[in-house]
């Protein structure tokens, strides 16, 4: 990686200066092999200047949830983003580094435990899509948003409560209403949604479509396991936003 570093700076250099579009990949290997080679300060700044371009890029989240583990530039709740962000995009993440990613480790009864929990999007791709963990929501219509929870039980099924509350009443909640499981709230800001997972694998969650008429701003879900609070998703939906 030492040896990368000079050779991916020139390429960057000689690319910016043909006006290549290869530019963002000469300085993704170079942010990579900067965080390699421990020097985080240079690292993030390379990285952060480019993630828009690679925001789904595993290695890229990867190295920058790394060096912000680094005590020169140490930010834990930037690490969590960044390396979480790169599980779910297919990086297989040490052991010592789950140990410091923070989990709800919540239990319920004698038999059920809550380890970790995440809103995000789902993004499309040639295989239907994969779950990519975010606070912000583009206002596009059509796009799905989800939040998902990981469990460590026994039990073949589990009941939970999502009160899933919008800013404003959107334009419509669509055909739940008919579906009795969800019940709309008199002010038409919230959807209370019941339901009992059966539990092929420990993951519950829940998801829900974008579309015209929906509020703009900051929207949140609170979620209740076994009738017990567990915790609340807040997240915006707006015209920009980092996953847009």
Request: negative net charge; glycine residues 10%; aromatic residues 14%.
């Amino acid at each position: 990686y030492p040896e990368a570093i000079p050779l991916y700076a020139e390429a960057a250099a000689l690319y910016d200066i043909q006006g290549s579009i290869w530019i963002g990949d000469a300085r993704s290997g170079l942010g990579i092999s900067l965080a390699a080679a421990e020097q985080c300060v240079e690292a993030v700044e390379v990285l952060e200047g480019i993630y828009e371009e690679f925001i789904y890029d595993a290695w890229v989240n990867y190295h920058l949830g790394s060096c912000y583990l680094d005590p020169q530039v140490l930010d834990p709740d930037l690490a969590e983003r960044y390396l979480v962000r790169s599980a779910f995009l297919g990086m297989e993440l040490p052991e010592d580094i789950w140990e410091i990613i923070p989990r709800f480790d919540l239990q319920i009864g004698d038999d059920l435990w809550l380890t970790y929990g995440y809103f995000g999007i789902i993004v499309p791709d040639d295989q239907g899509g994969f779950f990519f963990p975010t606070d912000e929501v583009p206002y596009r219509e059509g796009i799905e948003y989800a939040w998902m929870m990981f469990l460590d039980t026994p039990r073949p099924s589990v009941s939970w409560t999502e009160e899933y509350q919008m800013p404003s009443p959107p334009q419509s909640w669509g055909t739940i209403e008919a579906s009795g499981f969800t019940t709309i709230s008199e002010d038409g800001r919230m959807a209370t949604t019941n339901v009992v997972t059966e539990l092929v694998e420990p993951v519950i969650g829940n998801s829900w479509i974008l579309e015209q008429g929906d509020p703009l701003g900051a929207h949140e879900m609170r979620i209740y396991v076994e009738g017990e609070y567990v915790t609340t998703f807040k997240f915006n939906v707006g015209l920009v936003g980092e996953s847009s």
